[in-house]
């Protein structure tokens, strides 16, 4: 039997470069804070609390914090892979916090383009979820004004003023046929528009591969958080081409039975799952069947 585990499987570039990040502070001795949990991943999260990781929730809360409550020992602050907005970095600034950016290089690029356009005078319409921190990051670079939408209602719904400029920017992990749906309707309103397409093509390489190995394969399984969205999207994927589909947020959830007519197995994982989950899963599944 072969076990085949997705080479875009667990944590994209960005994700992991922030999650090493972490653990390369934690080694220096300092007290590290990161601002937001780093990932979405119930597992990461536990095992950097145990390290002495503190999470800064928000801004109201990095508002009421002094130097000395965050940097007892010389210690920092991490931005996640999701980015903030510049009146965060302007805070940090303020209260003479050392500051490490592992904000993800895709979405600093995005912040470039809604700073450079809103100055220049654009309205910026966000296409992605508003209540996505990513987004709230993104709205937090545009002088005004700013829209952010997520569905064609909120599209057909909009009205620039009169000789407004619109630059649209897309929220890196959004669907790229909705996004370009969205954009049409606002091209269709003959408005004069730049359009950034600054969707991460990490998603979509994890999707189309998961699809393929599901395919091929007898079993799948798929490993990631009970709320992580693109876990849901991956195994939903998988088990549109495998009947045979687990959804597994550890190896302890894995209740593998395994007939002997199988002759792949199939593992991929969502954005979140770090790779030690990943190999645990694999090593199990070649050592036992
Ligand atoms: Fe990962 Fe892409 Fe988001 Fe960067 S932009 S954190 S690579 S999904």
Redesign the pocket.
């Known amino acids: 039997m072969e076990v085949v585990v997705a080479k875009t499987a667990g944590?994209?570039?960005?994700?992991k470069?922030?999650v090493d990040t972490v653990y390369e502070q934690i080694e220096t001795g300092k007290a590290v804070h990161t601002y937001g949990p780093i990932v979405h991943n119930g597992e990461v999260v536990k095992d950097l609390e145990e390290k002495g990781v503190k999470v800064i929730e928000n801004r109201q809360e990095l508002e009421q914090m002094d130097r000395e409550s965050i940097q007892p020992n010389n210690g920092t602050v991490i931005i996640r892979?999701?980015g903030v907005s510049e009146e965060v970095y302007q805070l940090l600034e303020e209260k003479k916090l050392e500051c490490i950016d592992a904000t993800?290089?895709?979405?600093k690029k995005i912040h470039r383009i809604v700073q450079r356009h809103s100055k220049e005078g654009c309205h910026i319409v966000i296409i992605g979820n508003g209540a996505h921190p990513?987004v709230e990051g993104i709205r937090g670079w545009a002088q005004a004004p700013v829209t952010v939408v997520e569905t064609q209602e909120q599209a057909q719904n909009f009205v620039a003023k009169e000789g407004e400029k619109l630059c649209i920017v897309a929220q890196?992990?959004f669907n790229y046929k909705k996004f370009q749906d969205l954009v049409e309707i606002f091209e269709k309103k003959g408005y004069d528009i730049i359009v950034a397409n600054t969707i991460?093509?990490?998603?979509k390489e994890r999707q189309e591969e998961a699809l393929e190995l599901a395919a091929k394969a007898d079993v799948m399984i798929v490993i990631g958080g009970t709320h992580s969205s693109n876990t849901r999207k991956l195994y939903e994927l998988c088990k549109s081409r495998c009947e045979s589909t687990y959804y597994i947020q550890t190896l302890a959830d894995l209740k593998l039975d395994l007939p002997n007519s199988v002759e792949l197995v199939g593992i991929t994982a969502g954005?979140s799952t770090p790779n030690k989950i990943i190999e645990e899963v694999q090593n199990y599944v070649r050592i036992n069947f």
Request: hydrophobic share 45%; net charge neutral; glycine share 4%.
């Open positions: 944590f994209c570039f960005g994700v470069r922030a892979a999701h993800c290089p895709f979405v990513e890196t992990t991460c093509n990490a998603t954005a």
